[in-house]
């Protein structure tokens, strides 16, 4: 599985917790609801890759990094997929190794690079620099202002989940994130959640995701490009523009490949209903926990107040959204919500004159 459910909640509660303290990102996440999703996943997540690719039918298989050993799809032999750039090739490990850090910021760099990490104090000057360089260098869009803070949610919700950085309470089965409780947290937010409590339409919400165009941003607040703005004077260290063009060819790949796989994870989650009426998730994902039936997991999470987690989450995230408003003078000149005027106002306002 993948952490796609989990980011794209984080970023949809974060959301509402954005617009009850009516802060100015809140419109701007409104009226750019699929950049901001890719930006809570893509944004970060650039190991969003094929792992293999299956000989038979010439598809792309599997998630890069995690080792694909038979097809998924015939059972039949895979062949390694890469990425080839001017006489060298690039495994999605490789990709991992050079862009993973770059794109979480707080963690995640590798070797020589460590040095280049961003301290959990200094994330809200981070984002703030970013959404200042967005406006002076990029332009007007606002839409990438949403893919960053899209982006911002991965950073911090990665971090929480992880226990990179303490504030969260779980402990559901056997601790906080485990390959045991992640179908758990998938399986419960997807359903119960998601579509029952907070009536999504994740098919929809998914495709639009993936249809989203790469934010040109993203190589600036991952360092690779020629060092600038505001991000290059606060952060002065770790600008490689020479992977600014490899980058550019993973972000589009991302995309592409994102696309091709939401139908199969629509198909993992999918739940089954039994001959007695009751809900069934696939086997693979039951033998995961441990072999919980769909029922138990449920019950699972509600006695580790699973939901709770979730709010503590999009409440952190809601805090930097706000030290990031309060750093930041640009957002500070944007109205804090979308309707304004209402037409309620208007009606009156223009009123036909007798
Ligand atoms: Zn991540």
């Known amino acids: 599985m993948s952490?796609?459910?989990g980011h794209t909640t984080y970023a949809m509660l974060a959301a509402k917790a954005a617009a009850q303290r009516q802060l100015p990102v809140a419109?701007?996440?409104e009226q750019n609801y699929a950049s901001?999703?890719?930006?809570?996943?893509?944004?970060?997540?650039?190991?969003?890759?094929?792992?293999?690719?299956?000989?038979?039918?010439?598809?792309?298989?599997?998630?890069?990094?995690?080792?694909?050993?038979?097809s998924p799809i015939t059972g039949g032999p895979v062949r390694p997929w890469k990425i080839e750039l001017d006489g060298k090739s690039y495994r999605p490990r490789d990709i991992h190794s050079l862009f993973y850090g770059r794109a979480h910021i707080v963690f995640g760099w590798r070797g020589e690079d460590k040095r280049h990490a961003i301290a959990w104090e200094d994330i809200p000057e981070y984002i703030s620099s970013v959404v200042g360089d967005a406006i002076e260098i990029f332009g007007p869009s606002r839409r990438q202002l949403a893919y960053i803070f899209g982006w911002a949610t991965h950073v911090v919700g990665d971090s929480l989940i992880k226990s990179v950085h303490p504030g969260l309470h779980l402990h559901l089965i056997d601790g906080q994130y485990t390959p045991k409780n992640r179908p758990i947290q998938d399986l419960v937010t997807f359903h119960e959640i998601g579509v029952r409590e907070l009536g999504l339409d994740w098919a929809a919400l998914l495709h639009d995701l993936a249809q989203t165009p790469v934010e040109p941003v993203q190589a600036h607040y991952m360092r690779c490009r020629e060092k600038g703005g505001r991000l290059g004077s606060h952060f002065p260290d770790g600008w490689d523009p020479d992977k600014g063009q490899l980058l550019q060819i993973?972000?589009?790949?991302?995309?592409?490949?994102?696309?091709n796989r939401?139908?199969?994870?629509?198909?993992?989650?999918?739940?089954?209903?039994?001959?007695n009426g009751r809900l069934n998730c696939s086997p693979e994902l039951s033998a995961k926990t441990g072999g919980l039936s769909y029922q138990e997991m449920i019950e699972a999470a509600d006695q580790a107040n699973f939901r709770h987690m979730l709010w503590e989450m999009a409440e952190a995230i809601a805090d930097l959204f706000e030290n990031v408003v309060e750093l930041q003078e640009h957002?500070?000149?944007?109205p804090s919500s979308a309707s304004d005027p209402s037409w309620e106002v208007l009606t009156e306002r223009w009123k036909k004159k007798a």
Do not use: H, W
């Open 3 to 5: 952490g796609l459910i």
């Open 27 to 29: 419109p701007i996440i």
């Open 36 to 70: 901001y999703l890719a930006g809570s996943y893509l944004g970060s997540d650039i190991q969003t890759l094929p792992e293999a690719i299956c000989i038979d039918t010439g598809q792309e298989v599997g998630y890069g990094t995690v080792p694909v050993k038979k």
């Open 250 to 259: 993973v972000l589009a790949k991302n995309r592409e490949f994102e696309a």
């Open 262 to 275: 939401t139908s199969g994870i629509l198909k993992d989650l999918a739940l089954t209903k039994d001959k």
């Open 331 to 334: 957002l500070q000149e944007m």
